[in-house]
């Protein structure tokens, strides 16, 4: 009995296949909006209020300047964009253009002080959450929780 062998599918080379451009991924690919990049279109996959960070399309489009500066419509490109500047707190601002969910990093970001716990006087990351604000000031995890406590 002769087995025909099987027609393999023709694909592209792997190198020529596009690419996520944030995690690699060859399949579920789309473009961007914002920056015509290849991109996994998974954000199907957050679930609501899960915080989590499994999305490359959602980390992008919320996480980045690139996606916040097409997002609010602004002219222009992005990493010249005034209004994206004034829009975030300068330690945001250059974390929204420097992180891992940019296909493209701002050159130059500016500097900052860290932000402080109003209270205690320890570091908070803002991008990392665990805080709380009230007007100007914020406080870290600790502090809040006392302050509710009382």
Same mark, same amino acid.
């Given at each position: ?12 080379? +792997?190198?020529?296949?596009?690419? /996520?451009?944030?995690? $690699? ?10 920056? *015509?990049?290849?991109? /996994? *279109? #998974?954000? +199907?996959?957050?679930?609501? =209020? ?5 999305? /490359? ?5 919320? =996480? ?14 992005? +990493? ?5 500047? &004034?829009? =975030? +707190? ?12 940019? =296909? ?16 205690? $006087? ?5 991008? &990392? $959450?665990? %805080?709380?604000?009230? $007007?100007? #000031? %914020? ?9 509710? #406590?009382?």
């Amino acid at each position: 009995m002769n087995k025909k062998p099987k027609k393999r599918k023709k694909s592209l080379p +792997q190198k020529d296949k596009p690419r /996520c451009g944030l995690c $690699g991924k060859t399949k579920n690919l789309v473009k961007t909006e914002c920056c *015509d990049n290849w991109i /996994c *279109d #998974d954000e +199907q996959k957050y679930v609501l =209020f899960s915080y989590a960070r499994n999305s /490359c399309y959602r980390n992008h489009r919320r =996480f980045t300047l690139c996606g916040y500066h097409h997002t609010e419509g602004h002219p222009g490109k992005w +990493q010249d964009c005034q209004i994206c500047k &004034e829009s =975030f +707190q300068t330690e945001m601002y250059v974390w929204s253009g420097t992180n891992e969910y940019n =296909f493209e990093k701002l050159e130059s970001p500016p500097k900052y002080e860290p932000t402080k716990c109003s209270k205690c $006087g320890n570091i908070i990351v803002l991008s &990392e $959450g665990g %805080y709380s604000s009230l $007007g100007k #000031d %914020y406080f870290c995890e600790i502090c809040t929780e006392i302050e509710l #406590d009382d």
